[in-house]
């Protein structure tokens, strides 16, 4: 069976940094996304790990620590557009995506 | 084109009605799958279509019904449905359905049954 767990809401104030959580533990792993949904919208593709370490891919670095089971996203330089839910997503041995229960992020001025 | 589009975007419906729900990309992807997503409430995986054929049916009531008429094209055809099928019904492709590739995600129909 898989779980994953994400604080289910964080707030932060605009142009400071926050950091997301996200723990798992899956029947096989065979990667961790992350994904943006802003409401009423579709999830969007943030990052991909399959490797230990750190992705930086602009505003956005994403780790992962595959013997701790635990991932995080970081979000540097917040803007009010930021305001969205984080999906923490674990592909299993199948190929398959399980989400986690999603991080509602407030950015405040 | 690195586009998911599904129509339509809302759709009211009563319990007895049929409707389709369609969802179409360009990308040459051939995984595409079916999510059931309800308010704050992360996506749940309804079906997996890998290269036109169902591979993964999650254990969904038989009043949804997919249907693949080509690498392109995913239909969910709704029957007899009930008010708590109400939800956000999100399509998503991938290119290879035998690697670790992203989804794509499309808006999304927003359904209500009444």
């Known amino acids: 069976g898989q779980n994953i767990d994400q604080p289910t809401e964080m707030t932060a104030t605009e142009g400071a940094i926050v950091q997301i959580n996200c723990t798992y533990q899956t029947s096989g792993f065979n990667g961790l996304f992350w994904y943006q949904q802003h409401a009423g919208e579709a999830p969007t593709f943030l990052s991909y790990?399959?490797?230990?370490g750190l992705e930086e891919k602009g505003r956005f670095s994403s780790f992962l620590s595959r013997s701790k089971g635990y991932s995080y996203l970081l979000l540097k330089e917040l803007q009010m557009k930021d305001s969205a839910s984080y999906l923490c997503?674990?592909?299993?041995?199948?190929?398959?995506?399980?989400f986690g229960g999603g991080t509602r992020l407030m950015v405040k001025p | 084109d690195t586009e998911v589009t599904q129509t339509p975007k809302h759709l009211v419906m009563g319990m007895t009605n049929k409707k389709s729900l369609k969802c179409e990309q360009h990308m040459g992807h051939r995984a595409m799958y079916w999510y059931k997503q309800k308010a704050k409430k992360p996506p749940e995986l309804m079906f997996v279509?890998?290269?036109?054929?169902?591979?993964i049916n999650e254990s969904v009531p038989s009043r949804f019904s997919p249907e693949c008429p080509n690498s392109s094209l995913l239909n969910l055809h709704l029957h007899a449905l009930q008010p708590e099928d109400s939800a956000l019904y999100l399509c998503?492709?991938?290119?290879?359905?035998?690697?670790?590739?992203?989804?794509?995600f499309g808006p999304g129909t927003r359904l209500t049954v009444l």
């Open positions: 998503a492709s991938s290119q290879d359905p035998r690697n670790t590739d992203t989804q794509y």
């Open positions: 997503a674990v592909e299993d041995a199948g190929n398959m995506l399980t």
């Open positions: 279509y890998s290269y036109e054929k169902l591979s």
């Open positions: 790990n399959v490797l230990d």
